[in-house]
């Protein structure tokens, strides 16, 4: 299993571009999730998704869009980037028990 | 879910045991006690939950107090790679459906 996967590593935006950062599973999770973190802060969340088709919104989620049309994939897109969307960004499922993070996105936003 | 108070920081001796506290003085009875870390810019790893016995697995063991009001993680031998930021976090552990609520957690330093 490669557990949860991320990509890409790194990415450089300009203000007013869009993009989508990849998440991917392996271990047929239902749960999945994505939260950012700002330095020196906690991951907050930004949108979930308890299944395929089913998504819902957490705790910032404006400016970003997502969408579950496979078991595997949990897209998140940035509509139209902006400086305050600079962060490291993870992805994360779960099962029962604890959760599964990816190595994260470092995303910034000039 | 409920909120949880965790020290800063704290340093640990290579070697000895580290314990980190956690006050969680508004927990419900069917929430859990979960603690995760990120060591530098990684991912959080899980490390171990309980809901009100004390739980040991390979990383750790977690104490809970009788009263479920606060908890403490303790690590037995700590290693410099233990050194991370550590997050006691509360939930409902209602399946599938339930989210993480991560405060700042207690950035631990283990030294020579």
């Known amino acids: 299993n490669a557990g949860v996967t991320q990509t890409p590593k790194f990415q450089v935006l300009k203000t007013g571009q869009s993009m989508t950062l990849q998440c991917a599973q392996d271990?047929?999770?239902?749960?999945m999730s994505w939260y950012r973190q700002d330095p020196g802060m906690g991951l907050r969340l930004i949108h979930y998704?308890?299944?395929?088709?089913?998504?819902d919104q957490g705790e910032v989620p404006n400016g970003y869009n997502v969408s579950r049309s496979t078991t595997e994939d949990f897209p998140l897109r940035l509509l139209s980037a902006a400086p305050s969307q600079t962060s490291v960004y993870f992805c994360a499922s779960r099962t029962t028990g604890g959760y599964t993070f990816g190595s994260g996105t470092r995303l910034t936003v000039v | 879910d409920a909120k949880t108070t965790q020290p800063p920081s704290m340093d640990c001796a290579e070697g000895r045991a580290a314990n980190l506290p956690c006050n969680h003085s508004t927990i419900s009875g069917n929430e859990y006690v979960y603690w995760y870390r990120q060591i530098h810019s990684q991912g959080p790893q899980y490390i171990i939950h309980g809901l009100k016995n004390n739980e040991t697995n390979e990383m750790a063991s977690l104490i809970i107090t009788e009263d479920r009001k606060s908890s403490t993680l303790i690590l037995p031998h700590a290693t410099l790679r233990d050194t991370a930021v550590y997050y006691c976090?509360?939930?409902?552990?209602?399946?599938?459906?339930?989210?993480?609520?991560f405060g700042t957690g207690t950035r631990l330093q283990v030294t020579l």
């Open positions: 998704s308890v299944g395929a088709g089913i998504t």
């Open positions: 976090i509360v939930r409902v552990n209602t399946g599938t459906a339930s989210k993480l609520t």
């Open positions: 271990m047929n999770h239902e749960y």
